[in-house]
């Protein structure tokens, strides 16, 4: 257990379906971020919020929705993917981003 | 923004073998710089960091990156693998004053035993 807790672990969709992955911490950290990690290619940053405030978004399209209520909690809502989103879901959290990132298990979803 | 290049994809190595894994990144200014390590099934974890002072730094498991400042690089290496070390390697670099880091696509390492 990193202390970043990720659920699902696993998620199958249809392309029609809404579903939502959910991050969770309570290591006091004030930034946290969703990645994409898809085979043979780099960790995508999708979102980062700094202080419950969203600060970046990597040109992720809308079918992507996060939401952050809270320094502790952050969700990715998802909506009409497509199979090409297929990929392991990350969340991370930091204090400092220079002391690094923790990471969570990821959430395994396959669009079908 | 930075980009993070990882130049290679698949390493095997047999137990005993020495080991350095590329990295190179694409920012001026001033970085800090990370390598990740996922073991099969398990999370990403923090291996070793460098944001200033000795450019060679040590990390977890015998583990040592240096930072080659001239040449934009920051090479992982380890003496002597195992067969524990079987993982996938991760770059990482944040420019000094956001708060977003962009990794590499990754270097898988296999030890045969």
């Known amino acids: 257990e990193t202390g970043v807790t990720q659920t699902p672990r696993h998620l199958v969709m249809g392309m029609t379906n809404k579903k939502s992955l959910k991050c969770e911490q309570h290591?006091?950290?004030?930034?946290m971020y969703w990645y994409k990690q898809s085979a043979k290619k780099p960790l995508e940053l999708m979102f980062v919020?700094?202080?419950?405030?969203?600060?970046e978004n990597n040109s992720v399209p809308s079918r992507f929705s996060p939401e952050c209520p809270n320094s502790s909690h952050l969700f990715l809502h998802l909506h009409t993917l497509q199979p090409e989103d297929s990929a392991l879901y990350l969340c991370?959290?930091?204090?400092?981003?220079?002391?690094?990132?923790?990471f969570g298990s990821g959430t395994r979803l396959t669009v079908v | 923004a930075q980009s993070v290049s990882q130049h290679n994809h698949h390493v095997i190595l047999s137990e005993a073998a020495s080991l350095e894994l590329g990295c190179n990144y694409s920012?001026?200014?001033?970085?800090?710089l990370f390598w990740y390590v996922q073991y099969p099934g398990q999370h990403l974890q923090l291996l070793l960091k460098?944001?200033?002072?000795?450019?060679l730094v040590k990390g977890i498991k015998g583990f040592e990156a240096e930072f080659i400042k001239s040449k934009f690089s920051f090479n992982l290496r380890k003496p002597s693998v195992q067969w524990s070390d079987t993982a996938e390697y991760f770059c990482?670099?944040?420019?000094?004053?956001?708060?977003?880091?962009?990794f590499g696509a990754g270097t898988r390492l296999t030890v045969k035993p």
């Open positions: 290591l006091g950290h004030n930034a």
């Open positions: 990482a670099v944040n420019a000094g004053n956001n708060n977003d880091m962009r």
């Open positions: 460098y944001f200033s002072g000795d450019p």
């Open positions: 991370a959290s930091s204090q400092v981003t220079a002391l690094g990132y923790t």
């Open positions: 919020y700094n202080f419950k405030e969203q600060t």
């Open positions: 920012y001026g200014g001033t970085v800090n």
